[in-house]
């Protein structure tokens, strides 16, 4: 069993650092407390950090408390995941989706 890899806790504040200028691909999960299948997503998240450990971080960014992000995202509805790398978007799915499709969507793309 791999070690515990966590998820990152993204905010406005760190999403630079975090996110655009980290040396590994980035997945980003905007989330809120209120929304429903959001929380159904977030056992994946622990699941996606852990499984591709070293090629892949995992991030969450709340969306309500963190405005200048989400905007400049431009989210429309939640969750929404998105995947970056060299800070930039390389693909995105709004929505929940099963394990299997979450897996495809990151092979597609590392």
């Known amino acids: 069993?791999?070690?515990a890899v966590s998820v990152l806790h993204l905010t406005d504040a760190n999403f630079q650092a975090e996110v655009?200028?980290?040396?590994?691909?980035?997945?980003?999960?905007?989330w809120a407390?209120?929304?429903?299948?959001c929380r159904l997503m977030a056992p994946m998240m622990e699941w996606a950090a852990a499984d591709y450990a070293g090629r892949l971080a995992v991030g969450k960014?709340?969306?309500?408390?963190?405005?200048?992000?989400?905007d400049s995202l431009?989210?429309?509805?939640?969750?929404t995941l998105i995947l970056f790398k060299n800070g930039v978007e390389l693909a995105r799915h709004e929505g929940a989706?099963?394990?299997?499709?979450l897996?495809?969507?990151l092979d597609a793309h590392l």
Request: hydrophobic share 45%; proline share 16%; glycine share 4%.
């Open 1 to 3: 069993m791999p070690a």
């Open 20 to 30: 655009l200028d980290a040396p590994t691909a980035v997945l980003v999960d905007v």
């Open 33 to 37: 407390e209120w929304c429903g299948p």
């Open 61 to 70: 960014l709340e969306a309500d408390p963190n405005p200048a992000t989400r």
């Open 74 to 79: 431009q989210i429309q509805g939640l969750p």
């Open 97 to 101: 989706m099963a394990k299997p499709q």
């Open 103 to 105: 897996q495809a969507f």
